[in-house]
């Protein structure tokens, strides 16, 4: 959403890169350091119906905001972080006077990325 005034929001589409699987994840923070809120999203779900299958396309997704409501995803190879499983939580936080992404998935082991300066 994009705020129009005080205590209105106008919806903003994400980019289709974005839409491929069920996101659970959403970190909004810039990461580059150049004044604008990029996005990191992550998720899956597998505990569904047989029937259904699995929610399993995603690995992580960052998205660099290059401003007037522009977004460019930036795939793993570049951006280092690639993420499988069933994500429920992303956090920053700081180690050491260093910044990082804390990822938390559903029944596996956490996964630290080190977010270079």
Do not use: W
Request: with cysteine; glycine share 10%.
């Amino acid at each position: 959403y994009r705020q129009t005034a005080p205590g209105r929001f106008e919806p903003q589409p994400l980019p289709v890169d974005a839409q491929l699987s069920d996101m659970y994840a959403v970190l909004v923070a810039d990461l580059n350091h150049d004044g604008l809120s990029d996005l990191v999203l992550a998720g899956n779900c597998f505990g569904l119906k047989p029937e259904t299958g699995r929610y399993d396309a995603s690995e992580g997704l960052v998205f660099v905001n290059r401003g007037n409501r522009s977004f460019e995803y930036l795939p793993p190879r570049l951006s280092g972080f690639r993420t499988p499983g069933e994500v429920k939580q992303v956090l920053r936080l700081s180690i050491a006077g260093s910044n990082h992404l804390l990822v938390g998935r559903n029944n596996d082991s956490l996964q630290l990325f080190r977010l270079t300066p």
